[in-house]
């Protein structure tokens, strides 16, 4: 046999065992190679890796698979930070022998990764390699180390899922990417793109930029563009364009262009569904960051929005646009908003710091301010606000007037309203955080003079309105607070003290008219009546709700009505449904006084009087449950004669049982007697109601044509 022969034989045979072994080799879990990369793993990160099963090839390439790939997280071998189904390198051979380790490909499929931040601010992103052992630590005694890089040439990720859940920022999310793709990560350009699929969303992205192995390019170029689209339909563009020196933090330098653009906010749900964003649409921005080292500047920037809903947050609030303009990073960013709140158009401009300025605040807002000049404009009047804007102290001149404030559905509405004063704060970011109104007193110092040329509320009017506010140390006091309404000077004082644990309040009426709902909403009962209530009186209370102070109140008030209305129906109730009334009932006076003391209102005087209704009593109202204890006396005039029962009123103030009560002698009774209902008990009520306060008086009795029975008929409004 000849020599080329022999040597053909040798090298088939070769080959063949060869690819025997690779064939066993594929079919055989390689442990021993399996052993090694989880205990390298481990030494580098400090988690535990599993590999269930791990395969290596050798023709016609060489290649390692491994399925069933978990990271655990730290801690935890419970939950894993990452897993996959499966991961495949591809490894080149030439480069070994210029000590260069290239994956030329490395696949994953399915994978899964999940961030997580806990309450602390621990995260699980952050690795603590084991220590090496002396042993490993002294290089071997013969020969010298060789130094190997290692290069991944492309990169594929397929089927996979980041998930997100801080616990210190109560936020989470989920982003699943159908498909990621980098290549020619071993050249000067290396590329990516990136699908990312949700619901009716999807994300594609496409970049470049400079060489990453094995050594970072010291200046890196950046190009990433980004396409939104939902159903199909292009939702926004993004993109970021420049240069970045890499190195050390101090030898940074950042030269990149940004910018984009969104239809419509809410878009972004497709991926985000549980965020529960408003209605804004036309979004754009774009800037320039720059800067060395520290912290990347913006360098200039521009943010506008069109129609921007804040209802879900703020109700009846409408951004009409909004536009934020810095043209350099030391010039003043330029505010201008437009939009409504509560029907009242309003407006918002000025300057806020500058574009350097709001980076450092953003970095590290406690150690930061910035300077601010804002006017809130109503039409051609506006209140400006001038000062400084801190982290932790802020303080403002306020000063200005607005024709026209609407402060809410069933709220106030004032016209010509005026305001001066200053205020300040240690704890800006604080009240960013939680703006309740007991944290605004604690945290503010205010002294404010408040005034408006009218006032409207529920059908009421004042004109005349001011008011002198001093917040300080944890306590507001608006005294006095003066208006004139209803014919008479109205005064009160309020005081709010949250200088201990429980807020406490305290209101004074000397007096105050008010719409009765409105008082009626106050206690937390049902009313019967309608009209404008005459209070007088002083509540003190301590909660932080409106039960807790309904339980806690403490003090006098007395309530007065004059030419008001009552429903038939409770009127018929107090007959015993005997007389029928189909109408609202005028009513000549109502009073009452009472005692609030542990959760209840002790009633000691409680009158009304109408053309041929009249009653008097006292009892008891709860006023969180607002059940009733009454015992009410009251009187029908019937033609120039009178009937008079004794009536126990139960229930609730929104379900009032009324049934006839007993006298000292267990037994029901009626009186009746002689009474043509021209005796006025109005002066006397009213009087203790209003603790001998002057104040309106109802109309003289009506003396009207016809017989008696027609005129009380009339009265009772079965007839005209």
């Known amino acids: 046999m000849r020599l080329k022969t022999k040597l053909g034989l040798l090298a088939g045979v070769a080959i063949v065992l060869a690819g025997g072994g690779c064939v066993i080799s594929a079919t055989q879990d390689a442990g021993w190679l399996r052993t090694r990369i989880v205990s390298a793993v481990e030494k580098k990160t400090g988690r535990h890796l599993t ?24 801690g935890s071998d419970a939950h894993d930070m990452f897993s996959a189904a499966s991961v495949r390198v591809r490894l080149s051979v030439l480069p070994l ?14 994978p899964q990764i999940m961030l997580h931040r806990d309450e602390d601010g621990q995260s699980n992103w952050h690795f603590n390699p084991q220590q090496n052992t002396p042993e490993e630590a002294t290089p071997a005694a013969s020969g010298g180390r060789v130094n190997w890089d290692i290069v991944v040439a492309n990169l594929e990720l397929t089927q996979g899922d980041l998930q997100w859940q801080d ?30 699929l949700k619901n009716k969303g999807k994300l594609s992205v496409d970049g470049q930029t400079g060489r990453l192995f094995p050594h970072p390019a010291t200046q890196m170029p950046v190009q990433i563009k980004a396409a939104f689209s939902v159903d199909g339909q292009p939702a926004g563009l993004a993109h970021i364009d420049g240069t970045l020196t890499t190195g050390e933090p101090e030898q940074r330098e950042y030269a990149l262009r940004f910018g984009g653009s969104l239809g419509q906010l809410q878009a972004v749900q497709a991926f985000f569904p549980r965020a529960g964003l408003p209605h804004a649409e036309n979004i ?109 102290h802020s303080a403002f001149d306020i000063q200005g007037q607005l024709k026209h404030l609407a402060t809410g559905p069933s709220q106030p509405v004032f016209d010509g309203l005026s305001v001066k004063g200053h205020v300040e704060t240690d704890e800006t970011l604080e009240l960013t955080k939680v703006h309740s109104f007991a944290n605004i007193v604690r945290n503010l110092t205010a002294q404010l003079d408040v005034s408006a040329a009218r006032v409207a509320w529920a059908g009421q009017s004042w004109e005349a309105l001011s008011a002198h506010v001093v917040n300080n140390n944890g306590r507001l006091v608006a005294d006095p607070i003066q208006a004139r309404g209803s014919g008479l000077q109205q005064s009160a004082r309020f005081v709010y003290d949250v200088t201990q644990e429980i807020p406490a309040a305290e209101l004074s009426a000397h007096p105050v008219v008010l719409p009765l709902q409105v008082v009626d909403a106050w206690m937390g009962v049902q009313s019967w009546l309608k009209g404008e209530a005459f209070v007088v009186g002083t509540v003190s209370a301590r909660g932080r709700d409106m039960s807790a102070l309904r339980q806690t109140a403490a003090g006098h008030v007395g309530i007065s009505v004059v030419d008001g209305k009552v429903g038939s129906k409770i009127l018929s109730s107090l007959t015993m449904n005997k007389i029928p009334m189909k109408q609202e009932v005028s009513v000549r006076c109502f009073g009452t006084h009472m005692q609030l003391a542990d959760g209840v209102a002790t009633i000691d005087l409680l009158g009304l009087q109408s053309r041929f209704l009249s009653l008097h009593g006292h009892g008891t109202v709860n006023l969180n449950t607002t059940d009733l204890d009454l015992h009410l006396a009251p009187t029908l005039m019937l033609a120039g004669n009178s009937a008079e029962s004794d009536v126990l009123v139960s229930g609730s103030s929104y379900n009032p049982v009324i049934k006839m009560e007993p006298n000292s002698s ?22 203790s109601a209003r603790e001998g306060e002057a104040g309106p008086e109802p109309a003289p009795p009506a003396k009207e044509k016809g017989g008696k029975v027609m005129n009380m008929l009339r009265g009772l409004g079965l007839f005209h």
């Open 51 to 74: 590999i269930d099963q791990l395969h290596v090839w050798l023709l016609p390439f060489p290649w390692v698979e491994a399925q069933g790939v978990h990271l655990s997280d730290p």
């Open 97 to 110: 022998f210029q000590h260069r380790v290239v994956f030329s490909n490395v696949s994953i499929s399915q």
């Open 167 to 196: 616990e210190l920022k109560h936020r989470s999310g989920e982003l699943p990417v159908e498909k990621f793709e980098a290549g020619a990560l071993d050249t000067d350009a290396p590329s990516f793109h990136l699908d990312a």
């Open 284 to 392: 754009s921005v774009n800037g320039m960051i720059g800067g060395k080292a520290g912290i990347p500047q913006l360098q200039n920037f521009h943010i506008h929005t069109g129609t921007f809903d804040l209802r879900p947050y703020k109700k009846d609030v409408v951004l009409e646009h909004l536009t934020l303009d810095a043209a350099q990073s030391d010039s003043p960013v330029a505010l201008d908003l437009a939009g409504t709140a509560e029907g009242t158009s309003l407006g918002l401009k000025g300057t806020v710091g500058t574009a350097e300025q709001i980076m450092t605040w953003l970095h590290a807002p406690a150690e930061s301010s910035m300077p601010v000049s804002l006017t809130l404009t109503d039409s051609d009047a506006g209140v400006h606000f001038t000062g400084e804007l801190g982290g932790q």
């Open 666 to 687: 267990g037994r029901y009774g009626l009186t009746i007697g002689k009474n043509d209902g021209e005796d006025d008990s109005c002066p006397a009520l009213l009087s």
